[in-house]
Structure formats: structure tokens, C-alpha cells
């Protein structure tokens, strides 16, 4: 072997081993976990679960840095520009696969600059309202919507959060254009609903359950295909005449592209460990929703699941004509 080329391979050699060791100690030090929404919304409540068990599971904290702001964007931003090192991640949902029909000048593309980890949940949405509001069941809503879509308010988390692709559909299942007012996560515009400061929202069981179950707030329907065991009094939006509103909101964690694959493994047999665990799966339930599968809570699974939205999303969003500029 001529001088040069041996030494070359011994320089590779040291690297494959510096990489190895590295990927071997992984993680050192506490991960940033970002969500880009406002704390104590519906996606901080799943990352806040699943962070707290996936950092039992790695033996390093996972902290939540809470980033919201056009729909998820900004925060989903901020990580594809972060360092690929495994130490920042992001928690984001099914926003991921419509910001970009949603947004035509995006600072990030969902699927060349991320490395999926794995799906994490998928969570039904609930039609509410201010518990004043004077409607009692879905079709007297439904009514008193299109009678007073003009002076009606609709929170949601900006475009591209699941609160605004839900009110969206409603919006077009009823035929009402409603005024919409956009929050920087679903925490801060359900003090609102439940101040009485708005009047209606589309949002995740996650945000929602314990308000209902309180009587904080008022619901008319669940967006799943079936009843919920948590709420059984609560239509599906088809029982209730609204098939056209039927919407669940996959969760997923990503890592900036260029995460060495031994990090993102490493996260995602976390992720697995701490969806798995029985007091995650009663959290959730309480919550109206369940953990993914361990087959799902895998890059390839989230890879997939994430083209296939982004490709069922476009038409929906083209056809509505919304978009974010
Ligand atoms: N995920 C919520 C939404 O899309 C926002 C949030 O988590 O605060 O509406």
C-alpha cells in the first residue's frame, strides 16, 4: 500500500472509531426536546409524557423548550437548523406533513432535512365551545353556526397547527367562513374558551378532556370514526352530520438530518421502552388517546407515514385555496 494511501485508511479507521465511541456514550448530556407550540397545550402534554420516560429509559434529561409560532413552523425550523448531534429533537404532528402546501416560502423542508425517529401517538380531536355557548347538541351547533358565522370567534394555533386544519374542514363541512383568531398553541386559547374570551375550537382530547369532563367547556362531537370510551356521550362529527370532519393527529419525534443513525436508533428503542410503559398507556388513555406500536415508533414507519400525509394533505389544502401568505 503507497505511503499516502495507508495513511488515509488509518485516518479513516480513527474516525470510524471516534464515531463509534462516540455513538457508543450516547447521550452525554441532557437533550433538547423542542415543541413548537405553548406549554400546556396538547402537543407539550405528549412530549411532556413520553419526554419524562425516554429520559428514564436514555439515563439523561430530556427538557421540553417550548417554540411556538406559525403553526409549528417556527419551532420545526429551529431544529432543522440545529446541530445534528442528537441533542436537539423535535416533538411535532401531523402540521409536519401539511406546513408545506400549507406555507409556499417554508424555511425547512419536512422530509430532507429531518431524521424521523418514530411515530409516538395519534390523538382524535373534539368540536368545543364556551361553556355559555348557547347550542346543546350537534345539530342545533351546526345551525346556530351558519346563522352566526359573521359574528362567531374560532381559536386555533396558527396555520398548520391541527386546531386550523380542523377548523377548516368544519368550516367547510357547515359553509360558513367563521373569523378565526390564531394562538401560539392550543394552551393559551383554551384559557380563552374557557375565560369565555372565544367562542368555539377545534382541539386534541389531550387539551380538551379534562375541560369537558369538568364542564369548563362544552362539546358537541369527537373528529374520530368511532365514540371514544372516555366521552361516550359525544357523537362522532359523521353521527352528527359532519362526515366530512373526520380528523385523528398523528404525533411524531424527528431528529435534524444528519443525526448519526446510532443516535436516532438510540432514541428510538427510547421512545419504544417509554411507550410501552403501563403508566404512559394510562396517561394516555385518560386523555382519550394510546400509544403508537413499537413497529410504528420507528424511522421507517414515521418516513412513510409522513410522505403519504404530506401527499393526502395537498389536494385537501389546494382545493380549500388556504394558505399562509
Ligand atoms: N397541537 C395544537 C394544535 O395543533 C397546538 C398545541 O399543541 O398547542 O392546534
Redesign the pocket.
Known sequence: MAPVTRIAGLAAGAMLLATTALSQAYPERQITMV?P??AG????TVARLVGEKMSEELGQQIIIENV?GA??TLGAAQVAEAEADGYTILMH?I?MATAPTLYRELAFDPVTDFAPVGLVTEVPMTLVARADFEPTDMASFIQYVKDNADTITMA??GIG????LCGMLFMQAVGAPIVTVPYQ???PAMTELVGGQIDIMC??TT?TTEQIQGGTIKAFAVTSPERLDILPDLPTTTEGGLPGVEVT?WHGIYAPAGTPPEAVDRLSTALQTALADPEVAASFAELGTAPSSAEDATPAALTERLSSEIERWRPVIEEAGVYAD
Do not use: C, R, Y
Open positions: 415543541v407550540f405553548s397545550g396538547p402537543t407539550d411556538g403553526g409549528g404532528h402540521g386555533n394555533a397547527a391541527a386546531s386550523h398553541g392550543a394552551g382541539d386534541q387539551n393527529v
